[in-house]
């Protein structure tokens, strides 16, 4: 089983609203990231968990703030959006972060759009 | 940031024909993997590449990983309409913590 789950799969929002999105997966592993993907380009790393710490933040704007719960679960907590930040928000898993445990597999994506 | 090069940015065939892709980079990875995306979804891994040189098969598609570690190119054999999506390589340089690169990504569309 690789399945990555995120919820909402779909999310509108106001500039001064605050949200959070869900990402969970039960594979064992234990490096969580999240990826943002603008139409037609490719994901654009955010941040990447570590076993359960934060181990990369690719200088996100703070209203951007990611939770790693426990091993399985990831969120991304939102609040004071901007327009420009409307994306497919994706997460991914794997079960390591060198070598052959690198394969990330993704989440379907939360398609968040902010009005 | 860097982004491996893939090209065309599209690409029409005919159902039932061959395709094959490429991805390169003017530095060295030592992993590489390739995606497909359907609209509206995440991108599904299809094959990863660990050694230089090496020819993986996953079902129609075969990807192998480049002898010099700059490239790596993806097949696809007698193509269907379900292949259409967008493709992308992303390679790894090794090393705990280290990201992955992507391309820019090849969108597939398959005539009937």
């Known amino acids: 089983d ?22 969970e997966q039960h594979m064992g592993h234990r490096a969580m990231y999240w990826y943002k993907q603008k ?3 490719p994901p654009e790393l955010m941040f990447v968990y570590s076993y359960e710490k934060l181990s990369i933040n690719e200088s996100v704007p703070s209203r951007f703030s990611p939770e790693c719960p426990n091993s399985s679960l990831l969120n991304l907590h939102l609040h004071a959006l901007q327009p420009e930040d409307s994306a497919l928000y994706l997460c991914a898993s794997s079960q390591g972060t060198s070598g052959r445990t690198y394969e990330q597999y993704f989440g379907p994506g939360t398609r968040l759009t902010v009005t | 940031g860097q982004q491996l090069n893939q090209s065309p940015q599209s690409m029409f065939i005919q159902e039932g024909e061959d395709v094959s892709m490429n991805c390169t980079s003017s530095s060295i990875f030592n992993t590489w993997l390739w995606y497909k995306q359907d609209p509206g979804e995440g991108p599904v891994l299809l094959i990863a590449l660990y050694k230089a040189g090496e020819l ?5 598609l075969t990807a192998q990983f480049g002898i010099t570690r ?17 493709y992308f390589c992303a390679g790894q340089r090794g090393g705990a913590n280290s990201k992955l690169t992507f391309g820019k990504g090849i969108t597939l569309s398959v005539r009937p």
């Open chain 1, 2 to 23: 690789t399945e990555v789950t995120q919820t909402p799969k779909h999310l509108v929002m106001g500039m001064t609203n605050k949200k959070s999105l869900k990402c």
């Open chain 1, 39 to 41: 139409a037609k380009k």
């Open chain 2, 56 to 60: 993986t098969s996953n079902g129609r």
């Open chain 2, 70 to 86: 700059k490239d790596s190119f993806l097949n696809i054999s007698a193509s269907i309409p379900s292949d259409v999506g967008i």
